[in-house]
């Protein structure tokens, strides 16, 4: 039976027992699904992540665990008519502040926005519990289920403790010297920090574009005729419609996430798992060429990744816990120093023709996160579209002002096409 505590990121996510941070991943279906077919799906996908048959208990402790329940309930499906293509959107806004909170009730539950002949689906879970690609797997093998409940999905076994990421040769009484060093210097960092007196009151939102397949293909050999990637140019637009929307406000900086999965190959594409290290890219401040800056931030982020030592910084960060509380109101009452977090997940592997049903779309996902700043811009490709999702909160960033940014940012994506 699965009992670990939370890892230092899981309780950043998880903030508190009060605190929504749920992330809500949908997809377009079209053809005729089955109910049926549904709840044995969700049954198998249960069966298969131990994660998904716990729940958070703060009452055993000093910090929260996660702890299987032998009683769980199954995977919610929550089934409402299709009146319009954008009941999703508000679906999803409404999910983001409904808690995880029954006592035998599992940390995710599943939207059918069922329609004739055309469907959205979306998974609801708490960020602790998983990142971008954890999202994609549950997608994925919903779908292979729907059209297959035969299909089977072998169990894993879930990991217990870091230290069984850490490489032979970790030199224990070393590190253990640097994270008591680390963990003094962030007590006195946390103590220095201005607060801004603005809170994030729950007014957040999301903003949705889909570009067509001419457009997603000539931006991405425009990416391959300049030699950049796509998430360069990407990072580029983004901080240069900051900076032409809101001027010297602008901070020249996104925080952008790695999947963990490239540096420990022992976390499957399958495993759900919710640690992503970041990088911090950003812009001159005398350059508005994008595909010049593009170029910049390229370089930048291979030898960022190329340093990043990511079982360490796993390790490490299960030293910071004594001061876990310090960084969640820091980050709920701070400007923070980046323009926005920024999560490009490339190409998603998910088929889009099933014997039963065809999938029509894969929306980027949305998230509403607590923090004061929580100016958060997703993108991803599939079917040969690139899709993108912006999200913030009325009392840090107006709709209005985001949507300009939005707009800014694709118009400098698309120039010279």
């Known amino acids: 039976m699965m009992k670990r505590p939370l890892m230092m990121v899981e ?63 199954p995977i919610p499906l929550r089934i409402i008519s299709r009146q319009t293509d954008h009941d999703w959107l508000f679906e999803s806004e409404s999910e983001w502040f409904h808690l995880f909170d029954g006592e035998k009730t599992p940390l995710a539950r599943l939207v059918w926005i069922k329609g004739t002949n055309v469907s959205e689906i979306l998974w ?94 000539q931006i991405t050999e425009k990416c391959k005729a300049n030699g950049i990637s796509v998430h360069a140019l990407l990072c580029a637009a983004v901080m240069q419609a900051f900076r032409d929307i809101q001027g010297t406000q602008a901070k020249g900086k996104v925080i952008s996430p790695v999947d963990v999965r490239h540096f420990i190959p022992e976390i499957r594409q399958d495993h759900l798992f919710a640690f992503a290290p970041t990088v911090e890219l950003t812009i001159k401040k005398d350059s508005q060429d994008v595909l010049s800056n593009a170029k910049d931030i390229k370089n930048d982020l291979i030898q960022k990744i190329g340093k990043m030592e990511a079982r ?36 998603i ?16 996902p949305t998230v509403a996160f607590p923090w004061l700043n929580s100016n958060t811009f997703v993108a991803s490709t599939y079917n040969q579209q690139m899709d993108f999702t912006f999200m913030s909160n009325e009392n840090f960033l107006p709709k209005e002002e985001a949507r300009k940014i939005k707009d800014k940012a694709i118009e400098l994506l698309t120039l010279s096409l």
């Open 349 to 364: 592997d998910i088929p889009n023709e099933y014997q039963k049903f065809k999938v029509e779309s894969i929306i980027s």
């Open 11 to 73: 309780r950043i996510m998880y903030v508190d027992s009060k605190t929504p941070l749920n992330c809500v991943f949908t997809a377009k279906i079209s053809g005729e699904l089955s109910e049926e077919n549904f709840r044995t799906a969700l049954t198998k996908i249960q069966q298969k992540h131990a994660l998904l048959r716990t729940i958070i208990d703060e009452s055993g402790g000093k910090y929260p665990f996660f702890t299987e329940e032998k009683e769980i309930t």
């Open 312 to 347: 360490e910084l796993l390790w490490m960060g299960e030293q910071m816990h004594p001061v876990v509380e310090r960084m969640i109101s820091l980050l709920k009452t701070s400007n923070g120093s980046h323009d926005v977090t920024l999560s490009n997940m490339g190409k």
């Open 124 to 217: 609801v879970m708490p960020h602790c519990i998983g990142d971008g690609t954890t999202g994609i797997t549950l997608m994925r093998e919903l779908l292979c289920l729907l059209d297959n409940p035969s299909a089977e999905l072998p169990p894993y076994e879930a990991f217990r403790s870091v230290d069984e990421f850490l490489p032979k040769d970790f030199n224990l009484k070393s590190k253990k010297l640097k994270a008591r060093i680390y963990l003094m210097f962030a007590g006195v960092f946390f103590l220095l920090q201005r607060k801004s007196k603005k809170r994030n009151h729950g007014k957040n939102y999301a903003l949705h574009r889909k570009l067509d397949i001419e457009t997603t293909r």
